[in-house]
């Protein structure tokens, strides 16, 4: 018998994903204006290491925004992350590709597919403590392993502030 009156009788799987400082682009970091999260390994993450690009692999990893404030208070703020990767550690205009992706709106108009999205849900859902959103990855795209990783916000509204946390983990599964 479930310990709880849930709608649907099952517990949603989630990613085992601790936070190591090593694969983090931010520990509570505080952004008001588009920018990198940045406050940890100058936020660039090195998947080679010293190896040249051409031995870097395919890594499938999560990315996690551990987001513990966000305001929404004038109901048009917005707040896209994208986790980018380059094989070029400056990441040149050009020389990027977005491997992963997910905003959040106070107004479903904030959106980037408002029509089918709807408005964002609550942070931090109802009845739990924090939101930690996991976004799978892979630095595999169109046949080309990137080799360097980045984390980016772009903010947009009357009054935006949010406070993250982020990094990387490998992807496995917890059921």
């Known amino acids: 018998m479930a310990l709880t009156a849930l709608a649907i009788p099952s517990q949603v799987t989630t990613f085992p994903c601790p936070f190591d400082a090593m694969t983090a682009f931010t520990d509570t970091q505080t952004l008001t204006a588009t920018g990198?999260?940045?406050?940890?390994?100058?936020?660039?993450?090195?998947?080679?290491?010293?190896?040249?690009?051409?031995?870097?692999?395919?890594?499938?990893?999560i990315f996690n925004l551990d987001i513990t404030a966000i305001d929404v208070a004038s109901g048009d703020e917005t707040y896209a992350?994208?986790?980018?990767?380059s094989n070029d550690s400056?990441?040149?205009n050009g020389n990027v590709e977005l491997l992963a992706y997910h905003?959040?709106?106070a107004a479903s108009s904030g959106r980037v597919i408002a029509?089918?999205?709807?408005?964002?849900?609550?942070?931090?859902?109802?009845?739990?403590?924090?939101?930690i959103i996991q976004l799978p990855f892979t630095n595999l795209m169109q046949r080309i392993y990137y080799r360097y990783l980045k984390a980016r916000v772009i903010i947009g509204g009357t009054t935006p502030t949010v406070t993250v946390t982020s990094w990387i983990s490998?992807?496995?599964?917890?059921v």
């Not at 992350?81 to 990767?85: Q, R």
């Not at 999205?117 to 859902?125: D, E, Q, Y």
């Not at 490998?170 to 917890?174: E, G, L, T």
């Open 90 to 92: 400056a990441f040149g």
């Open 81 to 85: 992350f994208a986790l980018l990767g």
């Open 103 to 105: 905003d959040i709106a």
């Open 170 to 174: 490998r992807a496995a599964i917890d």
């Open 36 to 61: 990198y999260l940045n406050n940890l390994n100058s936020g660039l993450l090195d998947l080679g290491g010293a190896k040249p690009v051409s031995a870097v692999g395919r890594v499938d990893g």
């Open 115 to 131: 029509t089918l999205l709807g408005a964002s849900p609550a942070i931090p859902p109802t009845n739990l403590a924090g939101t």
